[in-house]
């Protein structure tokens, strides 16, 4: 990635805080959009098991088209999985940090969230698995949610490992890999086995195949959850629009790929800039999105990103004494631009410091 000087207007936004695909869709699937759309029967109710679907994911992914849940977003399937396993006082456990939609949750069902912390190391984000089964065993939750690769730090723990921990575990145990795409290795590519009764593995089409606006998630469960969640699940939860869309866009699978490699090389060249800049530190990642830390203060860092109309997830992190952010992959130009703020708050003469 070679660094220009770059000069933005500032009637542009720059939108790294979702992390969604920064790549709009190419020509010809908006075309078969398009006319997909036009013959829609809109007048009738969707599919309520949302069958053709279920079956081009289970062709795509070599799994039981009886076994996988569609969600409308994978925020759906977790509202699902707590109203199927979590009554008011239980414990769910989580780590620290995890993804926002986990604490929500618990709020929201009057759970009681107890948090497994990561240790942040100098160069790297890492669980401890025997710390991992002592909270399991400790905390006796109803329901354990655990991402990988984990947002918002990036970091990836080999999927057999888990799996393994799952199997160990009295609770449902929901492996959360919306980022996988982005990573090594899936939970599928290591299960030489049958999936363990009690595992629940949950995927979306928003980040890597770039439908977020579509919210369609899915899940890949043992046949008793997926049991559990058909029985609850809101009959047309799912509209006829997204169900079509969505089988369209698996048949650009090389695209898709295409696509998630030029965003792996896009953040590991970013990492590696940032990683060049005095008082930033980039965290090694397998999502789309990388864990950034640095010295200076929060509000001068913030003020800075957006006097120059950078969206980013600013972090409340109780973990040391560093400013926190998440950053998207987006295209190489913002990343360019990100990377130039980034050296211009630090060469400012009235740079703000944390004070250690």
Known sequence: MMLRDLTFTLDREFRLDKNENPF?????????????????????????????????????????????????????????????????????????PCFSEYSRLCKIFGAEQHLL??????????????????????????????????????????????????K????????????????????????????????????TLSKAWGLAGLRVGYALCSQRIANDLLEIKSPFNVNVISQEIACTMLEYDEWMKSRVYSIRFLRDKFIEEVNEIESFYAYPSQGNFVLIRTELNKDYVCASLK????????????????????????????LNYVIQTFRSMVRQPNAEFVIA
């Open 168 to 203: 160990l575990s009295c609770c449902p145990f929901v492996l959360d890999e919306a980022y996988v795409e982005f990573a090594s290795k899936s939970s599928l590519d290591v299960m030489n086995e049958e999936m363990p009764s009690n595992l629940c593995v949950l995927r």
């Open 117 to 166: 912390p990561l240790n942040f190391n100098d160069n790297e984000v890492t669980l401890d698995i025997e710390q991992l089964l002592d909270a399991i065993s400790r905390v006796s939750p109803k329901l354990i949610l655990l991402d990988n690769p984990h947002n918002p730090t990036g970091m990836f723990i080999d999927p057999a490992r888990l799996i393994e921990v799952a």
């Open 24 to 96: 709009e869709l190419p020509p010809s699937p908006r075309e078969e959009m398009r006319k997909l759309i036009s013959g829609v029967d809109l007048n009738r109710y969707p599919d309520p098991y949302a069958t053709k679907l279920r079956g081009k994911l289970s062709a795509k992914l070599n799994f039981p088209q009886e076994r996988i849940v569609i969600g409308n977003g994978g925020d759906e399937i977790l509202s699902m999985l707590f109203m199927a396993y979590v009554k008011p006082g239980d414990r769910v456990l989580t780590t620290y």
């Open 307 to 334: 006097e120059r109309g950078i969206r980013v997830n600013m972090l409340e992190l109780d973990i040391k004494d560093y400013t926190w952010m998440r950053v998207s992959i987006g295209k190489e130009d913002e």
